[in-house]
């Protein structure tokens, strides 16, 4: 099976401006989390889609949008970009929602780099 | 909030020697697991536990839950290169939300 990808895996943007990343998860999963990870604040917890609804959502601004499509692939959106919003942003699959015993896939992460 | 906090944040041993990096919360865990992160790489899960005083063991690695499932521990015997990484533990509250730790970072010296 292959894993979870996420593309592009490096990025660099310019404050003000907006980007959008992209997660695959592995075939037949349906939830899609999505994380912010820095080296100051760790890994935290951005939003949970499952079956193309918002499940969860963390304690981000409203410029951290995400969506996911019906066939489970999963988009986060940043908009008026940051110094602070640099970061990896990585995304997990699994079959079922990620609070329960199912392992959660991570992907590679997105690096995003705010000049 | 929910906070689990990791100790220590910083370790360095030598190859061979023994470890444990601890988990802990003020708050019951429904389930917890243990993460490892390599550089460039997401975390890859080692272990799931979800019963108060449960043990499991991944070869040289053993993981323990709290009798009150608020607390939990990694034991790393004879430790190794390939050891050395971001250990994090990560708790459901039973909302289905995980949260992450602060991450325990472990470098095995040869």
């Known amino acids: 099976k292959a894993g979870v990808t996420q593309t592009p895996r490096y990025l660099i943007k310019t404050r003000g401006q907006q980007v959008t990343l992209s997660c695959s998860p592995i075939?037949?999963?349906?939830?899609v989390s999505w994380y912010q990870q820095t080296p100051g604040q760790g890994l935290q917890f951005l939003f949970e889609y499952f079956s193309e609804t918002q499940r969860n959502k963390g304690n981000f601004p409203g410029r951290f949008s995400g969506r996911q499509f019906s066939n489970s692939r999963s988009e986060m959106n940043v908009s008026t970009l940051e110094l602070g919003d640099s970061a990896l942003y990585l995304c997990?699959?699994?079959?079922?929602?990620?609070?329960?015993?199912?392992?959660?896939?991570f992907g590679p992460g997105t690096r995003l780099t705010v000049l | 909030t929910q906070l689990l906090e990791q100790s220590p944040q910083f370790l360095s041993i030598q190859e061979g020697e023994n470890l444990t990096v601890y988990c802990n919360s003020s708050?019951?865990?429904?389930?917890l697991q243990w993460y490892r992160q390599e550089p460039g790489e997401g975390p890859v899960l080692l272990v799931t536990?979800?019963?108060?005083?449960e043990v499991k063991k991944l070869k040289r690695l053993t993981f323990q839950f709290g009798d009150a499932r608020k607390d939990s521990s990694l034991h790393i015997t004879a430790a190794q290169p390939g050891d050395t990484g971001l250990y994090l533990c990560?708790?459901?509250?039973?909302?289905?939300?995980?949260?992450f730790g602060t991450g325990t970072r472990l470098t095995i010296i040869p």
């Open positions: 708050s019951v865990f429904s389930s």
């Open positions: 536990v979800v019963t108060g005083g």
């Open positions: 997990a699959s699994s079959y079922r929602l990620a609070g329960g015993t199912d392992t959660q896939y």
């Open positions: 075939s037949g999963h349906r939830s």
């Open positions: 990560a708790g459901a509250f039973g909302n289905e939300k995980l949260t």
